[in-house]
Structure formats: C-alpha cells, structure tokens
C-alpha cells in the first residue's frame, strides 16, 4: 500500500482520538521526539522538519485502544533475510520475539534473490574450499570503489562478520556453493571470496522456516496479515511498540525494541519518483512499500544523504509507460553479442558489462539520464528465440510492436524510422558496430573481442528496454548495533532498530556498486542487530 493522504487522516485520527478535531495542533500533539538526551525544543523542531511525510506517530499515553494487543521483548517487522536473521539470533539468547509480517510468507524479496556474490569471507565453509580472503584488502578494496563515501564502520562490520554468518546459517540447514564469477571490471578481486546460497529442492526455504521454528521455540510468535503503519513511542520518545493492520482491524505490538526490516521502497513508485529522480518502476520487489522508512522518520530517524539509491537491472521488456513484458522478448534482454543504442540510436556502453552486471548498466543508463536502452537483432536471432520458445511467433511479434516494446525494419533505416532515430545516424552507429565486429577490436567501450559478432541479413528488430529496480538501498542510517540514527549528530532513535535493505545504502556511495550483496547484508545486519539488542534489554 502506497503511503497517501488517506493514511495520514486514518493514522492521525487513531492516534489522536481523544483530542477531538483534526486540526494543526493535531499534528505537532504527533511530533516526533529526538532521543538525544536533554534534546532542546531546537532539536525537536529538527525532528519534525524532517518528516516530510504524511506517516504519524502514536503517543503510548493518549493512544486509541486497539482492536488486539500482543507484547514481547522485541518486536520485528518484516519476515525477509533482514528480519528472520535478527528474530532467529534473540530467540537463541532467549528473546521472545513478535515477527510480524504482512504476507503469509517466510523469506520476504529473499525467495526470489538468486544470491550472486554473496560475500562470505573466511566463513568454515570458504575456508575448507582454500579460499583465505584477505580482509583488510578487501576493505581497502571496496572503500577505492565507493570513493571513501560510505560508512566505514559499518562496512568493516559486514567484512568482518560475514563469514561467520554464513556458518551459522549453515547451522540451520543453508547451503553454499563457490561460484565462479566472470571476470568484469570491478568484480574481478571477488572471484575467490564468493559463494552462492544454493536454492535447489527448496534449501533455503527449509532453512528460513528452521530459524522461524526457532523463534518459536522461544515463546516469540509469527504474526501474519499483518501490515505496520505506525510506531508508538513513550513520553520520552523511546520506541515501545508498533501498529499494525490487519483487514479492518488495528493490532499493537508492544516490546522493548522495534527493529525495521521492510527492505526499503522500490515497490512505491511515488516514493521512487520523489526520492530517486529516476523514472523506474517497482517490477518484482513488490513487496517493499516504504512503511518502515515512513513510520521511522516520523519517529525522528535521519533521512540519509543518498537516500535515493539504487540497484538498478536494465534487461527487461517495456513499452513507453514503463509496463514490463517479461515473457518472450526476455532473453534478447541479457545478450552480450548485440549492439546497443540509446533513444537517439547511438551507442554509449559495453554490452558485456552490461549483461554480466545488470547494476553497471543500469549505473550508466541513470547516470547517462536515458529512460530506454534499445538491444538490436537481426532475423537470426530473433529466428532463434523462436525455436527456444514456441510462443515466439509471427503473432507475438506483431502483439510486441503494436505495444511499441519491439520495432522492425528490412533494413537499419528503415527500424530507425520505426524506433524514431534519425536513420542516417543509426546507420552510421550500425557500420562502425560492424566494422568493429569485423577488427576484432573495440577501441571505445573495450568490450571482449569474443561477444563483438557482426550482423547478419535483415530484417532488423530493437527491443525496448528500461531501468528497473531490483531494490532501494536504504532509508535509515544505522550504527554498528544497528540502532537508527536520529537527526541530531550522533543521536538514535530510542529502542529502534533497523536491518537489511533499509540500511545497505550506508556502504554505499550515491551508486549500489556491487552486484548481489543485499541479502548477505541482510542476514549479517539481522544477526549483528539480534546480538546487540539481546545485550541491551534482557
Ligand atoms: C529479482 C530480484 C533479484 C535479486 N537478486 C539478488 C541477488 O542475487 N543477491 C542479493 O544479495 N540480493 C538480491 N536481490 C535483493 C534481495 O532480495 C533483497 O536485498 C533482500 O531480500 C533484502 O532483505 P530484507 O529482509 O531487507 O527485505 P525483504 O526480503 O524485502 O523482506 C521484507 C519483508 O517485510 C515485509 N514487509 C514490508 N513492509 C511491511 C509492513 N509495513 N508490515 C509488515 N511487513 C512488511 C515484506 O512483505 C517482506 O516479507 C534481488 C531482488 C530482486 C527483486
């Protein structure tokens, strides 16, 4: 559910039924409180400007009773990596944990990640295979990458103790296996220091519902159906508890902590537009709306400085208005021996890079503000895809270019003329790509002679594809216990946490550099957060 105008009257008037009216004395009777000790009337004035949102927070002592109320000592909301990791970790110090989730799934976007570059270093598992990674390179290694621009601390957290989470997940029946990534530039130094989780016959499953059992166990419970909309907060600005939804009903869940683990915004596209300056559009992360970050600024949480960040893929079907077509065209998506062009038929990256790193291409396409990158085949290829796929044919293709996701031409100028390129400039663009096909040789984008194959007999197809995000990358800064960093230097918001997605922008730069890493972020976050709050409340 998007956040609306509808939310803001509907949370308002919950929390504040007692005081009568809708007013805007109303709102700052809601004002969030800065935990920062002896906060001044300055710093809470600095709160409120920054929830520039229409999320409220509820006030313990004048809130509406609800329809159910359930306490615990922690509260954690979100079933994914990033929660399952950090509810598992306080069961196994005894915390009795309410996971609460809207879904009734185990494993959030998890299920659908397929977990490249997990970064496990010098977990049991690495070790036993020979590989030693040598961690303060590593560290220095990443830090080059990001140009200094993230937050050390926590990134040398997550170097330091991703290994040993990726032994204790294998405690719960996850699986690893060492995975070769092609060498492309920036990765390279990752070959030998990553493994992939292995998703057969449901492992990773199995084992997410292993670490649910466990909460369990402890006398924590799953609640689903469950969707947070607002965080309640004492008289002293401390977090104690969360409101959920759950059909027309208003469920409270009070603990000593809250931890966030709702994996950031990408499936709100308002949220996208406003924060990311990008037109892209939630595709599979439909699960992530922004409540959390939501309720947590209006709690007092700091917005972070790349707050729009991204992992952007760049391989799927779409026509102008950003609907995706997922089917059929796909695979013409991800080839790496094909000629690329931006919307005015010109070439402007490596194709290889594009499609060994999705992230790089869609980097590029951000940053080169293009809204649509256009992959080009000739009859063969798009004479192969059709015996691959028997629903390839004649009609579908015709379907494809009536949605203007596909464009064909008997020869380049004239699928210049039909994708709207000046055709003597794709023309040009077309030649030279060939020419370079014929060399050999790729003196401008360096793309590896092996994927530079000329072009065949027309007709010409383009297939329109466009940015779309595998994820946000974070909304909230943390520490390294991964409590929330409020707005006033070095202030958090009082018994609120938050894991995962919501918190991986902080080793990051304004750019998701590294491919597929948000997951082993996610358990290692969870895991860290579980440790430090089990100190802090039992
Ligand atoms: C197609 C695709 C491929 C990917 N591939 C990779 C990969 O190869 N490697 C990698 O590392 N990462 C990958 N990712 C990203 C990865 O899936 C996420 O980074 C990871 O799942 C984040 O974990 P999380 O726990 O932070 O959030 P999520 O997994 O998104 O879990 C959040 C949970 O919170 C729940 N929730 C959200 N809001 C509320 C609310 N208000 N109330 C109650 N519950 C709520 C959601 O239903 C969900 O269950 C991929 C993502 C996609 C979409």
Known sequence: MNMSRRRFLKGAALGTASMGALSAGLLSGCAPQNSTEG????????????????????????????????????????????????????????????????????????????????????????????????????????????????????????????????????????????????????????????????????????????????????????????????????????????????????????????????????????????????????????????????????????????????????RYPIDENYNTYDTGLRPLGTKSDVLQVDQLGKRFHSESAFWWVPTYGGANAVEYDQPWIFTIVDQKAMDDLAADNSNVTEDYLESMIGAGVLFKGDTVEELAAAAGWDPEVFANQFKDYNDLCKAGEDPIFFKPAEDLVEYGEGPYYAVRLAPTPFGTCGDLCVTTDMEVCGTEPGSVVKGLYAVGTETVGTMHNDYYWALGQTVGWAHTSGRLAGEAIAKSIL
């Not at 130094?189 to 990553?194: D, E, M, N, T, V």
């Not at 000593?256 to 709702?262: F, S």
């Open 39 to 314: 906060a001044s009337g300055e710093s809470n004035a600095s709160a409120e400007k920054n929830t520039a949102n229409d999320y409220p927070v509820l006030k313990q002592s004048s809130m509406d009773a609800p329809t159910e109320s359930f306490e615990g000592d922690v509260v954690v909301l979100g079933c994914g990596p990033g929660g399952i990791a950090c509810s598992t970790r306080l069961a196994e110090q005894g915390a009795k944990v309410l996971l609460v989730e809207k879904t009734d799934k185990i494993g959030g976007t998890g299920t659908v990640a397929s977990g490249n570059c997990y970064i496990s270093l010098n977990s049991k598992f690495q070790l036993d295979q020979g590989f030693e990674a040598d961690i303060p390179a590593f560290y220095e290694e990443w830090l080059v990458a990001v140009h200094y621009h993230c937050d050390h601390g926590i990134l040398s957290t997550y170097l330091r103790n991703c290994g040993e989470t990726v032994d204790w997940l294998m405690d719960y029946g996850f699986d690893f296996e060492m995975r070769e990534h092609p060498a492309v530039p920036g990765l390279q130094g990752f070959a030998y220091r990553i493994s992939q989780p292995k998703k057969d016959s449901g492992v990773r499953e199995k084992a997410y519902n292993a670490m649910v059992d466990k909460v369990k166990e402890a006398g924590g419970a799953f609640h689903t159906g469950c969707t947070g909309t607002t965080l309640i907060l004492d008289d002293d600005g401390a977090v104690v508890g969360l409101r959920a939804e759950r059909g027309s009903d208003t469920v409270d869940f009070m603990g000593k902590a809250v931890v966030i683990a709702t994996g950031g915004y990408a499936a709100n596209r308002e949220m996208i537009n406003e924060y990311c300056k990008v037109p892209l559009l939630g595709r599979d992360p439909v699960l992530n709306n922004g409540e959390g970050a939501q309720m947590s600024w209006a709690a007092g949480a700091k917005k972070p400085w790349n707050l729009g960040i991204l992992c952007v893929d760049t």
